[in-house]
C-alpha cells in the first residue's frame, strides 16, 4: 500500500474509534427505547450534534472501508490493480454519497 | 490448516478483517434505509416494522458483534502501529481475549435492551 | 520378533517433495531413532533409498540457517526440528508417525527440496539493506552509546542471517507478490536505528514505499517462526511508527 494511503487508513481509524464507541452506545439506547420512525427522527430533526457527528462519521468510512477493500481485492483475487483501484473509489463514492444522503435526511429534511 | 493460521495474532487478524468485509457491505444498505427517512416517516416505519423480526434482530446483534470486534482488534493494531510494544517477540496478545470478551459484552448488553 | 523389539522399531512415514512444482510428493519409511532431527531423516533417505534426491545443508548444527524446508506445514531449521516434537507423542500400534517435508513457500523451486533464494536478496536490495558508510578508513571510529534506544533497537534485529524462514511462514507475501518481506524490512529497522547509515531517509522511503511495510498486517507469522529468537514483527511495527512520526533519533 502507498504510504499515503496508510496513513489516511489509520488517521480515518483514529477518528472512527471513539464515534464508532458512542455509535454503539447510541444503538443501545435507541433498541431500548424501541426503533421507530418517530422516535428517532425526533431526536435528529434539526440537530446540528447529529449532522456533524454523523457527517463526520461518514466521511471518515468512506475513506477507511475502500482503503481496507482495496487491500483485501489486492491480497485475495486475481484482479487486475487499476480495476481495483476504480472499484475502491467507487466504492468510497458510494459510501460517501449514500451516507451524507441519509445523514440529511435525518437531519435535515421535514417529512 | 496448520499452526501458522491458528494462533492468536493470525486469528485477530482474521477476525479484523472477514469482520471488516461484513461491514463493508452492510453499510450501503445501512444507508439506504436511513435514506427512507427522506420520503417520509411512513416508509422509514414500514422499513422498521420489518426489524421486528427475529431473523432481523439476529443480525442487528451480529452487525453489533461485528462492529465491536472490528473496533477492538483495530484499536490493538493502531497500538501496534503507534507505541512501542511491552515484549518485542509479542504483539500485544494480551489484548486479544479482552477485545473479544468486550465486543461478547456489548452483545449481551444489546441483547438485553431487545 | 516377539512384540517388545516390534514395538521398538517403529517406522516413520516420510513424504518428501520431488521435482519442481508440477512434482509431488513421495513415501519413504525411516526407522524412527532417539535424538533424530528432520535433517537425519532426509540424509539417511538420500543415502539409503534415493541418491537424487536434492537438498541444502551445512553446519548441522543450527547456526547457518541452509537446511531450512517446509515441515508438516511450518517452516523450520531442520537440523533443529527434533521428529519427535513434530510427530508427537505417538503410540505405534494406533497411528503411524508421519512427516511431509516440502520445499520453503513462496520461493521458486529449483529441485526437490532446493529452492532459489534470489527474489529473497532481492528484496533485501530493494528494501534499502545495503548500508552506506559517512566515515573513511582515515577517520576515527564513531562513538556509540550501546544503551541509546536506536542502538538498542538495532542490536534486537541485527542477528539475521537470512534463512528465509520468515519469508516462507509469512501469509501476505504469500498473497502479495510486490511485498518485500519480514527479513528484507527487518534489515531496513536496523539501518534506520544506526546513525552511522548515511542514507537514513532514503531507506525509509523505500521502505514505506508501495509493497514495503504498510502491506504487513500484524499477523506475527515471521516472529513466531524465527529460529533466531527476532522479532521481524516488531520492527515492521517501528517503521510503520516512523512513517508517523519521523526518523527514530539516534544521536
Known amino acids: ?111 | 490448516m496448520n499452526g501458522l493460521r491458528t494462533h492468536r495474532s493470525y486469528v485477530a487478524f482474521l477476525g479484523h478483517r472477514l469482520s471488516g468485509i461484513a461491514l463493508a457491505i452492510f453499510l450501503p444498505i445501512h444507508f439506504i434505509v436511513l435514506g427512507l427517512a427522506l420520503s417520509g416517516a411512513e416508509n422509514l416505519d414500514r422499513m422498521l416494522a420489518f426489524t421486528d423480526l427475529a431473523l432481523v434482530k439476529f443480525a442487528e446483534w451480529g452487525l453489533v458483534m461485528l462492529l465491536s470486534i472490528h473496533l477492538f482488534f483495530g484499536v490493538r493494531v493502531l497500538m501496534l502501529e503507534l507505541t512501542k510494544w511491552p515484549n518485542r517477540t509479542d504483539p500485544r496478545s494480551d489484548w486479544i481475549v479482552p477485545s473479544v470478551i468486550a465486543a461478547l459484552a456489548i452483545g449481551v448488553v444489546f441483547l438485553l435492551q431487545l | 520378533m516377539n512384540l517388545e523389539a516390534a514395538a521398538q522399531s517403529v517406522n516413520l512415514h516420510v513424504k518428501i517433495w520431488r521435482g519442481k512444482d508440477d512434482g509431488g510428493l513421495q513415501s519413504y519409511e525411516v526407522p524412527m531413532r532417539d535424538n533424530q532431527t528432520v535433517l537425519d531423516i532426509i540424509t539417511e533417505v538420500q543415502r539409503r533409498h534415493e541418491p537424487a534426491l536434492a537438498y541444502r545443508f551445512a553446519c548441522r548444527v543450527g547456526v547457518c540457517g541452509s537446511c531450512a524446508m517446509t515441515v508438516n506445514g511450518k517452516p523450520r531449521w531442520t537440523c533443529r526440528t527434533h521428529v519427535k516434537a513434530v510427530v508427537g507423542k505417538t503410540n505405534s500400534l494406533l497411528a503411524a508417525p508421519a512427516i511431509t517435508i516440502e520445499p520453503l513457500r513462496n520461493l521458486p523451486r529449483i529441485k526437490d527440496l532446493v529452492c532459489d533464494l534470489t527474489p529473497f536478496f532481492d528484496k533485501w536490495q530493494r528494501a534499502g539493506g545495503k548500508f552506506t558508510g559517512t566515515a573513511t578508513r582515515r577517520d576515527p571510529a564513531r562513538r556509540i552509546d550501546p544503551q541509546n534506544d536506536a542502538r538498542r533497537a538495532a542490536n534486537a534485529a541485527i542477528e539475521c542471517i537470512n534463512c528465509a524462514v520468515c519469508y516462507s511462514a509469512c501469509d501476505v507475501v504469500a498473497w502479495d507478490a510486490n511485498y518485500l518481506g519480514p527479513a528484507a524490512l527487518n534489515r531496513t529497522w536496523t539501518l534506520i536505528n544506526d546513525k552511522r547509515h548515511a542514507e537514513q531517509s532514503t531507506t525509509l522511503e523505500k521502505a514505506l514505499a508501495a509493497g514495503g511495510c504498510t502491506s504487513c498486517h500484524s499477523q506475527g507469522n515471521c516472529t513466531r517462526s524465527c529460529p533466531v529468537e527476532l522479532s521481524p514483527a516488531e520492527s515492521i511495527a517501528g517503521l510503520k511508527r516512523a512513517a508517523f512520526f519521523g526518523l527514530p533519533r539516534t544521536r
Open chain 1, 1 to 111: 500500500m502507498h504510504r499515503h494511503l496508510f496513513l489516511a487508513q489509520r488517521f480515518s481509524a483514529l477518528l472512527l474509534a471513539p464515534l464508532v464507541l458512542a455509535h454503539i452506545a447510541l444503538i443501545i439506547i435507541a433498541v431500548r427505547h424501541g426503533l421507530t420512525a418517530e422516535e428517532i427522527l425526533s431526536r435528529t430533526r434539526g440537530s446540528v450534534v447529529w449532522a456533524v457527528f454523523y457527517g463526520g462519521f461518514v466521511i471518515a468510512a468512506a475513506i477507511h472501508a475502500p482503503i481496507g477493500i482495496r487491500t483485501i481485492l489486492n491480497e485475495w483475487t486475481p484482479l487486475n490493480g487499476n480495476i481495483i483501484n476504480a472499484f475502491a473509489i467507487a466504492f468510497a463514492l458510494v459510501v460517501l454519497v449514500l451516507g451524507l444522503r441519509a445523514v440529511i435526511a435525518v437531519t435535515v429534511v421535514t417529512g
